[in-house]
C-alpha cells in the first residue's frame, strides 16, 4: 500500500550541529509535502511544507529539500538547539486527496 | 487566544464500551480533522469535518464516528471499544480543509483494558 518512511528512526546531533532527517514516500501522485515536529506530550507542530513543482524550500533555521526522481524527502535544521528534541514526521497528500498519509517519525537527541 | 483543547486528557476504559471525545478548534478554524496515533506510530487520519459536514474519512471501521457542532467543536465517537483502539486522539483544527498549517490539540490518551 502507499506509505511513508523513515531511513532513520533516530538520529543523535551535537548541539549547534546541522541535523538531516531523511523521508522516503511511496506515492509518485503526491503533490505536497509537510514536515511536523512532535515534542513529548504534545500534539504534532507543523514546521514547513513543500509543494511537489518546488525541490527546496527554506524557513527560518530549517530547509526542505525534495527530489522526486528518488521520492525522497529531508529536513535539514541548522545550528541545532535543545529545544529541537522532538519526533519529526514527514507527511505526504496524494493528489486530489485531503488525507494525509505520515510516516512513522524520526525521533532527534540533542547531545550537550 | 486559546489553541486547541482536547477532552479529556487521559480515559481508561474496558473493552465493548463506548467512548466520545470532545475536540475545541481555534477561534474561528471551521475545519476540524481527528488523527489516531499509536505509540511509536505516525498520526493516521480519522475525520476532516468542514462545516459541520464530513469532508473525508480514513480506513477506519464504522465503530467510528465524528460529529461536528454548529460552534464547530467537534466529537469523535468510539464503539465496541478493542484493545487496539489503546492510542493517542488527536484533533487539528485549520480555517479551511486543505490548510495543513493545521493546529493540533495536546491529544486524549484512551487506554483500553
Known amino acids: 500500500g502507499e506509505s511513508v518512511g523513515l531511513h532513520l528512526p533516530t538520529l543523535s546531533v551535537q548541539e549547534g550541529d546541522n541535523s538531516i532527517i531523511n523521508c522516503a514516500y511511496s506515492?509518485?501522485?503526491?503533490?505536497?509535502f509537510i514536515w511536523y515536529k512532535q515534542e513529548s506530550g504534545k500534539g504534532p507542530q507543523f514546521i514547513i511544507d513543500?509543494?511537489?513543482n518546488m525541490d527546496k524550500r527554506q524557513g527560518q533555521r530549517v530547509t526542505v529539500l525534495l527530489n522526486k526522481t528518488v521520492k525522497h524527502l529531508s529536513l535539514q535544521i541548522a545550528a541545532t538547539q535543545p529545544g529541537d528534541s522532538a519526533v519529526y514526521f514527514c507527511?505526504?497528500?496524494?493528489?486530489?486527496?485531503?488525507?494525509?498519509?505520515w510516516g512513522a517519525g524520526t525521533k532527534l537527541i540533542i547531545k550537550p | 487566544d486559546a489553541g486547541v483543547t482536547q477532552s479529556p486528557t487521559h480515559l481508561i476504559k474496558t473493552r465493548g464500551q463506548h467512548v466520545t471525545l470532545r475536540c475545541s478548534p481555534i477561534?474561528?478554524?471551521?475545519?476540524v480533522s481527528w488523527y489516531q496515533q499509536v505509540l511509536g506510530q505516525g498520526p493516521q487520519f480519522i475525520f476532516q469535518?468542514?462545516?459541520?459536514?464530513?469532508?473525508g474519512r480514513g480506513n477506519f471501521p464504522d465503530r467510528f464516528s465524528a460529529r461536528q457542532f454548529p460552534n464547530y467543536s467537534s466529537e469523535l465517537n468510539v464503539n465496541a471499544l478493542l484493545l487496539g483502539d489503546s492510542a493517542l486522539y488527536l484533533c487539528?483544527?485549520?480555517?479551511?480543509?486543505?490548510?495543513?498549517?493545521?493546529?493540533f490539540g495536546p491529544g486524549t490518551r484512551l487506554t483500553v483494558t
Open positions: 507527511a505526504e497528500r496524494p493528489q486530489g486527496n485531503y488525507q494525509l498519509i
Open positions: 506515492n509518485s501522485a503526491s503533490d505536497y
Open positions: 513543500i509543494r511537489s
Open positions: 477561534s474561528g478554524h471551521k475545519s
Open positions: 469535518y468542514y462545516e459541520k459536514e464530513e469532508r
Open positions: 487539528a483544527s485549520s480555517l479551511v480543509p486543505g490548510n495543513y498549517e493545521q493546529y
